[in-house]
């Protein structure tokens, strides 16, 4: 209570005073038949795949639903030991920045490519919020295919939005910062004239999905929080949410929320791009890393981007317009008809929807309350469709379920409230367990939501789960939206801290994985093809071992000859040709994880021994009977030493058919 006297901002008591607000209990919220809902019975499939972003733990992690259960971890801004993402020679460039390499970021929102403004079922886009960065992974193998950097940006969070036909994904800097070609060493609290908020469209290739940075839009410096994209009758729109209008650079909490209403910044991307085409954009010289793995190669390269042309939406005047939006808005969500945009104010007691054809309309008769910062303001009452009133207190996010109905989360109140986008009433309202922060409806932010399953990410779990030391585990809870009313079937743990998820109806996914790299398609420089194909190659102190696996051992698999102060660099070709026979690879005391390398894919991982002696190599994946036996052995000596370099399988003294080979030397 002392924080609330000694500010005495009311936004401040009232959230304070909120907190203690308590749901009713579960008993009450859950119906007899949740169980029989969320069972599906072992060797039966769920119903839809579930994506979750993995906020700090920087992975995307996949879910079935109704079961809950953890059917893959992703990953894609976080190296994984798992399966040696990061770790690898060939993934490793997946995470250079223009700051280096980089083991971790925090991954907050998903988005799964559409075509028409339904899901589609080809990728799904992840933003990384710390090192602004976009990521593409592949729903054919579940990998992460690109990732591309974000000049002139700091915090990228309103990330990773798409259009309609995929034609973008969509980023805006949560935090203003100076843009990379201006002198970033001023006083901070020169926010006012020197911070800006620019925002990013990175097109997307229609048949590979391959992404470039196409233009950034230069807008005043506020805080860009969340945005999705106009579709239908909006396409060609995209909406931003905004908080910190008062441009405060300290105690936010304070000073970003003096003002009443705050903005929706409405981009007109069609008219960005013909003022790209006739040239208005200036070149800004920056660094961006551009990051691809190619599958044929199965390695990933990183290149350096030099430049980005960013338009002044200042100058251009009618690309952007401010809605006015109460306050600090956070979710920006469009209702799947294209027409409403909600916007969801932390601190606002009601929840404002804005018309885009009244927002046409106002834009047309220059309805404008002023400007700010060289951008028009439109008239609240201009743009406004209406007001949901009373609906609950701290609203976060809005997803919708295709029949005329909107779900917001409720973070202070806990609850998630269902509403009728027409008339604005509030038909139903449920707890959540506790302070839901996303939501999630299956393709709820679509065109043509598929329903059925609402999903709500919660921040707190106390007494929900068995307790686990001071961090208790994170969570999602299941609700059954095809009635009237909201009905909780399930809780579910999961990786931390989820932000926002989607989903979507397994039968567009499932049947079009890849199940093995054909051996015969792999371009890696180092892939060995056959048993009889495995080498040993020396390159100065480059040791290059050309080796296979295949149930149950390596070729080869005893090496002598390796010295300290050689580096070593295993590139393991996996020769099976069936779905699902990875083998593993770790060698004792490297400072690295293992490889997990599929059927058909070759994998490298380097080592650098630091003194003589044994060291054991083996298996990690329980891959057959005899997996125990997948083992091997690295005789190192000392630096110096004149033990030749030899390599061998099934070496018995006595047996000639597999003699000792020496390495090449190059
Ligand atoms: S956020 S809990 Cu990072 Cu999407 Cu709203
Ligand atoms: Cu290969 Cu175990």
Not at 333 to 353: F, N, R
Not at 620 to 642: I, K, W
Request: overall charge neutral; some cysteine; charged content about 20%.
């Amino acid at each position: 209570m002392k924080i609330i006297q000694l500010f005495g901002i009311s936004a401040f008591a009232s959230l304070a005073f909120l907190g203690s607000c308590k749901p009713k209990g579960t008993e009450t919220a859950v119906s007899g038949d949740a169980a029989e809902k969320v069972y599906v019975a072992p060797g039966k499939y769920d119903e839809v795949y579930n994506f979750v972003s993995g906020g700090f733990n920087g992975q995307m992690n996949v879910y079935g639903l109704p079961s809950g259960r953890l059917l893959k971890v992703v990953p894609i801004f976080s190296v994984n030991p798992e399966n040696g993402y990061g770790y690898s020679e060939e993934t490793k460039p997946m995470l250079e920045t223009s700051h280096g390499f980089i083991p971790w970021d925090d991954q907050h929102h998903l988005e799964l490519s559409q075509t028409n403004g339904e899901q589609d079922g080809r990728w799904i886009f992840a933003n990384a919020n710390n090192t602004p960065r976009v990521a593409r992974v592949n729903l054919k193998t579940f990998r992460t295919e690109e990732i591309i950097e974000l000049p002139n940006s700091a915090g990228n969070h309103s990330s990773p939005f798409i259009t309609e036909n995929t034609e973008y994904v969509v980023a805006g800097t949560r935090f203003a910062v100076p843009t990379d070609d201006m002198n970033g060493d001023v006083p901070i609290n020169s926010f006012k004239e020197n911070f800006k908020g620019v925002i990013s469209f990175i097109g997307v290739n229609k048949e590979t999905g391959d992404m470039n940075l196409s233009f950034q839009i230069e807008a005043p410096g506020v805080n860009f929080d969340l945005s999705h994209a106009g579709k239908g009758k909006s396409h060609g729109w995209f909406f931003f949410s905004c908080y910190n209008s008062e441009q405060a650079n300290s105690l936010l909490e304070v000073n970003a929320s003096q003002n009443d209403k705050d903005f929706i910044m409405a981009v007109n991307w069609k008219k960005a791009e013909e003022y790209l085409k006739a040239g208005k954009g200036r070149k800004v010289k920056t660094q961006y890393a551009h990051n691809k793995f190619d599958e044929k190669t199965q390695t990933a390269t990183s290149k350096m981007e030099q430049e980005v042309t960013v338009l002044s939406a200042k100058e251009l005047k009618d690309i952007c317009y401010f809605m006015p939006t109460p306050k600090s808005p956070h979710g920006c969500d469009v209702d799947p008809t294209g027409e409403y945009i909600v916007g969801s104010g932390k601190l606002a007691a009601l929840i404002p929807v804005h018309s885009f054809s009244k927002m046409l309309k106002a834009i047309e008769n220059k309805e404008f309350a002023g400007e700010y910062d060289g951008i028009p303001i439109l008239k609240y009452e201009s743009t406004l469709y209406g007001e949901v009133q009373k609906p609950g207190l701290g609203p976060l996010h809005t997803e919708f379920d295709g029949k005329g109905n909107a779900y917001t989360s409720f973070f202070v109140s806990s609850e998630v409230v269902k509403w009728d986008i027409k008339t604005l009433k509030v038909l139903d309202r449920q707890p959540t367990f506790y302070s839901v922060g996303h939501l999630m409806v299956v393709g709820g932010d679509t065109k043509k939501p598929y329903g059925k399953y609402l999903v709500a990410y919660n921040k707190i779990t106390k007494d929900r789960f068995l307790p686990t030391g001071p961090e208790l585990t994170q969570s999602a809870q299941l609700y059954d939206i095809s009635g009237d009313k909201m009905k909780l079937l399930l809780d579910f743990p999961t990786f931390g801290e989820p932000h926002y998820a989607q989903a979507v109806p397994a039968s567009l996914i499932k049947d079009q994985q890849v199940k093995f790299y054909n051996i015969a398609d792999n371009k890696h420089p180092y892939a060995t093809k056959g048993e009889a194909e495995s080498k040993v190659v020396r390159q100065g102190n480059k040791v290059h071992v050309y080796m296979t696996s295949i149930r149950s051992h390596f070729a080869p698999d005893n090496i002598e000859g390796i010295k300290v102060g050689d580096e070593v660099y295993f590139h393991v070709t996996n020769l099976e040709q069936d779905w699902d026979v990875p083998h593993g690879f770790a060698i004792k005391g490297n400072q690295n994880a293992e490889l997990l390398i599929m059927p058909g894919e070759t994998s490298t991982l380097k080592w650098v021994p630091k003194k003589p002696g044994m060291w054991p190599m083996y298996c990690t994946d329980f891959c057959s009977a005899l997996h125990q036996e997948m083992q091997g052995y690295v005789r190192v000596s000392p630096a110096g030493s004149n033990v030749p370099l030899t390599y061998s399988l099934n070496n018995k003294a006595d047996n000639a058919k597999s003699p000792v080979k020496t390495a090449v030397t190059k």
